[in-house]
């Protein structure tokens, strides 16, 4: 995906290409009092009244990647640095005017590319961001998590986004969802380690990969050593078969019946 201040330079320096300090897994949600992802962009790249903008901007229909992950971006005054930025392109006080399919829309595709940035950090600097709601003491004090730009910048009332409306839970949710999909493809891939005669012991190898894949997909919950051990077995006999059957079509179902299983 194309970084869009990169293509369209800023009238007013919007981002440094480094960062002060090293970010500590708060991130920052709001709204950018725009009716759309594209128009807050355009806006944020004309701008010359001040420094304003956010590492990503999403609504319903699309996501734009303002800046790269290992800039700064100009946000949240005092927290710049350490934070990450997501914007959503509505105003904060008209959650409750939007359509449900468009909140939903927007809401998902925010909480998508959140988890990206999370995969980013926790690849990066080993900070891993959980589905949680900061306090603002929370946020200062850098506990990971996520929190309203109103709440970071102070009881004054100067900022209230992302709104008293703003769906809290569902996007926590999603965020976790797509974290959760993120770190299964993260996941080794299987590759059966059976050498090209047949000679090592296809079943326990077979039998460790797929547990390997089921552990990826169900960290949580591991009981399934039956599926395991017959899903070892159908594979094995068909490395053993004359001549040998690919296996790759059964390891993709494999996946694509636990994935589908955790999308639920």
Known sequence: MSIYL???????????????ADPNGVYVLHTTEAASAASAARFIAARTDGPGSYLDIVDAD????????????????????RTLSLAFGTYAAR??????DFITRMIDRGAQQAAK???????????DIPA???????????TPGFIGHGTLDGPDGRRTDPGQDFPWSYFLTRYEHHRNQGAAAMAPQ??????????????????????????????????????????????????????????????AYIRHALEQENSQ
């Open 132 to 142: 949680v709601r900061l306090t603002r003491e929370g946020a200062i004090a850098g």
């Open 190 to 251: 299987p590759t059966l380690k059976v050498s090209a005669d047949r000679s090592g012991t296809p079943l326990t190898d077979a039998t460790d990969e797929v547990e390997a894949l089921f552990m990826a997909y169900r960290r949580e919950t591991v009981h399934s050593m039956g599926d395991i051990w017959a899903w070892g077995r159908d594979i094995a006999a068909k490395i053993y078969a004359d001549p040998p059957i690919d296996i790759a079509p059964t390891l």
């Open 62 to 81: 699309e996501v734009i990647e303002m800046g790269r992950p290992e800039w700064t971006m100009f946000h949240a005054a005092g927290h710049n640095s």
């Open 117 to 127: 940035r999370a995969q980013w950090l926790l690849a990066t600097h080993g900070i």
């Open 6 to 20: 990169e293509e369209h330079p800023p009238a007013r320096r919007q981002f440094r290409t480094t960062r002060l």
């Open 95 to 100: 959650w409750h005017r939007l359509p449900h």
